[in-house]
């Protein structure tokens, strides 16, 4: 993988549930957008039905009501458009391994297997690149980029920001050390 991410493919995904703990909690509502060469392509979002009723701190947090999950698909049913949307992209999120850990749990499930794509965490990328910046959630590192950032933690909204976010750590990247290949970028993401 020694193609530079700025000009090749990646997918940013965020999920949003019913809690923190992948365990215990269930998903209700998962997006992606795929960037290539710089440039969001393509979207792919849905709300899912956990298949009880929502936490009201989660309906406070999101604005996702029990009445907007009536009659949307379940995980398991949505899963297979999820992957078919990812492919072999490397996937990029904001806390990446606490999406992927949500998403394992149906993959392992449905298939038998782990889902572990290449991935890289913005969060981490960030603290390693602005060191000094001292607050890391997306919202501060789209208001310290000048990214517009509307609808906190829903799925689409948070995908979209992480995505350019992401966009413009790769820029600084490139223009202060040079990097830009995923093993590079990969090693600076480290937690």
């Not at 215990?24 to 979002?45: N, Y």
């Not at 290449?118 to 060191?131: D, E, R």
């Amino acid at each position: 993988m020694r193609e530079i991410l700025l000009e090749s493919t990646f997918v940013s995904i965020d999920v949003e549930a019913t809690g923190v703990d992948p365990v215990r909690a269930e998903i209700i509502e998962i997006a992606c957008v795929r960037v290539e060469g710089g440039v969001i392509t393509d979207r792919f979002s849905t709300l899912i039905n956990p298949g009880h009723t929502l936490p009201q701190k989660i309906t406070n947090l999101t604005g996702i009501t029990n009445a907007m999950l009536v009659g949307k698909p379940t995980m398991e049913e949505v899963l297979p458009k999820f992957l078919k949307f990812v492919g072999d992209s490397i996937v990029v999120a904001h806390r990446v391994e606490k999406d992927i850990a949500f998403i394992d749990k149906y993959h392992r499930s449905l298939y038998g297997k782990r889902f572990r794509p290449p991935h890289i965490c913005t969060l981490n990328l960030a603290k390693n690149v602005l060191p000094n910046l001292g607050r890391y959630s997306l919202s501060d590192l789209a208001g310290y980029f000048s990214i517009e950032y509307s609808r906190i933690h829903r799925a689409m909204d948070d995908a979209q920001t992480t995505a350019m976010v992401f966009l413009e750590l790769l820029k600084l990247l490139w223009h202060r050390l040079g990097v830009g290949a995923y093993l590079e970028v990969k090693k600076l993401s480290k937690g």
